[in-house]
Each structure stands twice: as C-alpha cells, then as structure tokens.
C-alpha cells in the first residue's frame, strides 16, 4: 500500500509561481513512475507530468512544458511539481499519482495504482 500526500497548493494570480509536494510513504517497485494530474470542474482528469523512476525519464503534457517542472527526490520519496507563469486555465485539483510499468500509455490514469486526495490550485486572472 502506498499513501500520497500532496501539498503546496493555494491561490495565485496569474504570471504567479506555485510548487507542489507529494510525500509518498513508500515506492515499492524496482522500476515505476509518478505523475501529477489534474481535474478542473465538469472536466476529466489530466495528466500534467510523468517521470520514471529510475531514470528520471519526464514527459509532459503540451499545455504545460516550459512552465511546470517535475522532479523527483529519491532519499525523501518526495515528488514536486514546480509551476511557473501560471495561467487561468492551470486553475484545478492537483493530484499525484503512482504505478509501476505495466501499462502502456504513462499519460492514462488507468497506469496508476495509487493516488493522492489532491490539492487545489486556484488562478485569478
């Protein structure tokens, strides 16, 4: 079992700067990979960043590069999402996810075992 806890989330105007925490318990897989998606209201979940671990291996969504950064911290099992110029349309639960390699697609949410509560991410225009 994995517990997620993430963290770090609040309001912002935008052009603002944001950094999100997930204290993971434990990463059980010799090889997986963690995410961090996002639901704004009436909409369905999507995924934001990815990386493998090991590796470190990072894909992120178009929406999103060249602003978010997503890091991994090994020896505190933390995942970190930095955002930077923050839009309106970033405004959405934030949450992070983790898996291990099996499925196919890092980006579908059905590759994720285990997710965290979320953390709300509010941008004002």
């Known amino acids: 079992q994995v517990q997620l806890v993430e963290s770090g989330g609040g309001s912002v105007q935008a052009g603002g700067s944001l950094r999100l925490s997930c204290a993971a318990s434990t990463f059980p897989w010799r090889s997986g990979r963690l995410a961090w998606f996002r639901q704004a209201p009436g909409q369905e979940r999507e995924a934001v960043a990815r990386i493998s671990v090991p590796g470190d291996n990072i894909r992120y969504a178009n929406s999103v590069k060249g602003r978010f950064t997503i890091s991994y911290d090994n020896s505190q099992n933390t995942l970190y999402l930095q955002m930077n110029s923050l839009k309106f349309e970033d405004t959405a639960m934030y949450y992070c996810?983790?898996?291990?390699?099996?499925?196919?697609?890092?980006?579908?949410?059905?590759?994720?075992?285990?997710w965290g509560q979320g953390t709300q991410v509010t941008v004002s225009s």
């Open positions: 996810a983790a898996g291990d390699n099996a499925h196919k697609d890092s980006f579908q949410a059905a590759a994720y075992q285990y």
